[in-house]
């Protein structure tokens, strides 16, 4: 377990994506209202306070949970800076602070350093690792419905402005950094996962999840401009879907009723985009059953434009979108049984235990009850 100067930069590039996308976003839906589209700005602005109002709830809930379980009283101070969305920022700062120590003073020093460095560079990675986790909230509470919003706009209204593309850019690069991140700070952070052994899994694991992911948000997007009305009850049923299933699997994230009830709302709201272990067990069959509706419902949406009159949707939008749509799809399919198949990390080992094939881990850490893939 190390926590190197790659690490630490990875780091601060996730902090940099983190502003810019505030940044972005605040952007677009000053813009929206600057020119009178006001219902695109409110989702806009909803969607960023939605996910960012979430993931400060579990950022002070953890500072509480970890000050409480050191014998310490959380300071006051950490609440207000929760409610004005700085609890990232927070934890940012202590990951960073002590991060650079880890990476660039004690990497330096000779073996009498070496119990010091274990400690701290434990205490960073579990740093670390607790931002991966909000960071993966985020991105899938307002970096997917915002890169799904910014796409109906630019196909709606038929043209798109530089702060939209911005957008689109900005949304897509958070959703491969955190889901990348989050990878690597799962597989750093628990002692039954190996790590991953090159770059090869990680971009594998990367195009399975972004190439699924963006061929899912297409047929969304397609569907609301066909009927909104349709897309948003589909959206709300698979989100109801996902919500009896993290009942069903009875997760225990979080340490009080209320926080778990959130943490099993949000996991509901994951699972409308891409599949997730939620409780560490053998999902092998639930996540071949996932994906399978996925092609059925992707095909069924591409099948509904084709028996449409043309008038319905411009030829010269559909046709490209709707080959990505299968291409990506298709290329999403081979890339995962390609990395469960020949390239996941703990295939190696004798009993074979993976992240859908979990066993449970005898330490005591968060991310042992967390979301796993």
């Not at 979430?54 to 609440?79: H, I």
């Not at 990951?95 to 070496?114: E, I, M, P, R």
């Not at 799904?148 to 958070?174: D, K, M």
Request: aromatic share 18%; charged share 15%.
């Amino acid at each position: 377990m190390s926590y190197t100067k790659w690490n630490f930069m990875m780091s601060v590039l996730g902090i940099i994506i983190y502003i810019s996308d505030l940044i972005v976003d605040t952007w677009v839906s000053v813009k929206f209202f600057r020119e009178g589209q006001y219902v695109f700005g409110i989702l806009t602005l909803s969607f960023m306070l939605f996910g960012t109002l979430v993931v400060q709830c579990f950022s002070y809930s953890w500072f509480k949970t970890d000050l409480k379980n050191a014998g310490k009283e959380s300071p006051r101070y950490f609440l207000l800076l929760h409610c004005l969305q700085g609890g990232i920022f927070t934890r940012y700062w202590f990951a960073l602070k002590k991060g650079y120590q880890v990476a660039f003073k004690y990497s330096s020093k000779t073996d009498n350093f070496l119990g010091e460095q274990t400690d701290l560079c434990k205490e960073v990675i579990a740093r670390v690792t607790d931002l991966s986790m909000l960071r993966l909230f985020e991105t899938y509470l307002e970096g997917c419905p915002q890169l799904v919003l910014q796409l109906y706009i630019s196909l709606e209204l038929e043209q798109a402005s530089i702060s939209q593309y911005a957008a689109i850019g900005i949304s897509f690069c958070a959703i491969s950094w955190s889901t990348l991140d989050y990878q690597v700070s799962l597989r750093k952070s628990l002692p039954d996962k190996n790590v991953f052994s090159g770059p090869c899994p990680k971009f594998i694991y990367l195009f399975y999840k972004l190439f699924t992911l963006l061929s899912w948000m297409l047929s969304v997007v397609l569907l609301l401009v066909l009927n909104v009305k349709i897309a948003l009850f589909l959206l709300l049923f698979l989100w109801f879907l996902g919500i009896l299933w993290a009942f069903k699997k009875q997760t225990q994230f979080c340490a009080s009723i209320s926080m778990e009830f959130l943490y099993r709302v949000v996991v509901g709201f994951i699972l409308i985009f891409t599949f997730f272990n939620i409780k560490g067990q053998n999902t092998k069959y639930p996540m071949s059953c996932y994906y399978t509706v996925r092609v059925l419902a992707t095909s069924g949406i591409l099948a509904v434009f084709w028996v449409c009159p043309l008038s319905v949707f411009n030829l010269d939008y559909f046709l490209p979108i709707s080959i990505t749509v299968t291409l990506t799809l298709l290329f999403g399919i081979i890339f995962l049984i390609v990395y469960y198949g020949t390239l996941h990390p703990n295939r190696s080992k004798e009993t074979k235990p993976d992240e859908i094939d979990g066993k449970p881990v005898p330490i005591d850490c968060r991310m042992k009850y967390f979301i796993m893939e």
